[in-house]
């Protein structure tokens, strides 16, 4: 068999690996346009911070090794420029020398990836200081632009994972970076209440974070937004999205989708059955909701990259559809999310609800215990695990896997409240964060306790509901909710009396656990109108403070405490 593949780096290469893996004897034949195949895009950003000095070393592969070692011909600086998918050729121009000639294929496999957005209305975004990061070569353009111009101030345009990647990354080295963003929030994945923990830390870094802000211009060393803000920016990183490479597909009648992607089927399969289709060029099925999305992510290139390969030999694959699970490090957070956040659940009609936990991710008596925050999504009745999103210094990670594993084998609170996870004080709680937050799924189905969230603390302030606090007195010393009652879980007993019966009470403490305490006694002595602020102190800081601090807007805390 011969095979072609176009592209060569996470999905064209895994392709190839794999259709060698599976037979010796056929020949593979990979095209890559640019000088580079098999490079890490994942970690083109941290070559501006330093971390990877050499950008020589973002290429994990070099032609020579793949045909020695898999016996695979990647030829690079070759670009696909037509297919011929009834005579079974491609047309590849050299991009060095300009000559031009047809290779046939049995099977055909396009991995041409996404480009990176440059949007047309933009005034100056073909600028000579306008660049974008998808592969090798435009880090080093990039990064000899900073040095030689020893660029000092810039704005990224766009915080997605890859805008927030690179803003890191320049800040790390003490460039000044202003971050735009046309959206009320970075990272969409997540929902607007756990996000704020990630402005937070922006800010607290030094970024200068411009929400709901469209890019009119770039000139003269300057970016004007829609709003009439001038920011200065001698340099503009352009991270607004990527568009599947449908250019080549389109021209010989392969079928797009409703996204704009390749259309392909569950084997990934093109409407030309000899040409498959992977990785971000293609459309794919959201597991939960049925529906046609795109999802750029790296995994589900390889994966879908073996199930191609297989499938040329006869051998299908299960193809379960995406959740999407991603996870990004922004200074000393770690952020990380999967399945369907609130937005979605409301776009596509689910009946859901959530539970917030703040958990240690650790014994508290090791060093460097953090909290972590983790918001559950759960469809109603049935307790359906949806989606999950968590915050902190510590392995986050793990603890979206567990969820994005249960999401995947269609998984409810029950099995997650029951699932038995590794323990020992240095990795976890023998009741793990994501255990704990099933328990607090389950109490609020089971109608056992309400809560509110701390997004709708600031309404509950200013109409002056009744709000218990049952830290204890040096802990609400420290700072408290305006108008809260300081009762401590440790004298509740004794002064009931203080607690109304005829109106809802809102109690919390630091992290919840305290309160939930108190809210179960209460509930049994008869107080019915008994609500816990998930979140509670803690929470409501961190959720707080960015837009205090942003919006100059009224403190509804005395003093802010993020221990
Ligand atoms: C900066 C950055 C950071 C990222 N970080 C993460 C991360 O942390 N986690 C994660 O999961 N994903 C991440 N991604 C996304 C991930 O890299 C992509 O989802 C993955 O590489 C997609 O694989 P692909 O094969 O579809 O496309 P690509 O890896 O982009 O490869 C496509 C290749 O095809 C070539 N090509 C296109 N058309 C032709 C043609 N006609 N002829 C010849 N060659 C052609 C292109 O030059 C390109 O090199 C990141 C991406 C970037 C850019």
Redesign the pocket.
Known sequence: MKILV???????ASVAARARRIDEKSEVIM????PHISFS??S??YHLSGMIQDSAELVLMEPMGLSKKFNIDARVN????AIDPHDKFVTVKNLLTGEEYRESYDKLAL????EAVRPGAIEGINNDNVFV???VVDIEKLQNYIVQNDVAELAVVGGG??GL??CENLVKVGKKVHLIEALDQVMNPLDYDMVQLLHKEMYDNGVDLLLKERVVSIKDGKVFLDSGKEITAELVVMAAGVRP?TT?AKQCGIELGETGAILVNRNYQTNYPDIYA????IEVTHKLTGKKTKL??????QRQARAAADHMFGKSHNNNGVIGS???HMFNLNVANTGLNEKQCKQFGFNYDVAYSIFGDRVKLIPGVSPIFFKLIYEVPTGRVLGAQAIGKGAVDKRIDVIATLIFMNGTLEHLKELELCYAPHFSLARDVVNQTALVGLNLLQNDFKQVRVSEVRELVESGAFIVDVREADEFAEGHIVGAKNIPMSQIRGRLDEIPRDQPVYLHCKSSQRAYNVIRALQTLGFDNVYCISGSFLGLCFHEYYLDQTTGRQKIVTEYNFA
């Open positions: 176009v592209g060569g780096v996470a999905g064209g095209f890559e346009r640019g895009n994942c083109l950003p070759q670009e696909v420029i991995s041409p990836g996404a990061v998808k592969n994972f890859i990647e690179v490479e080549l992977v990785g971000d060029a750029a992510l790296a995994g589900p290139a991603s996870c990004i």
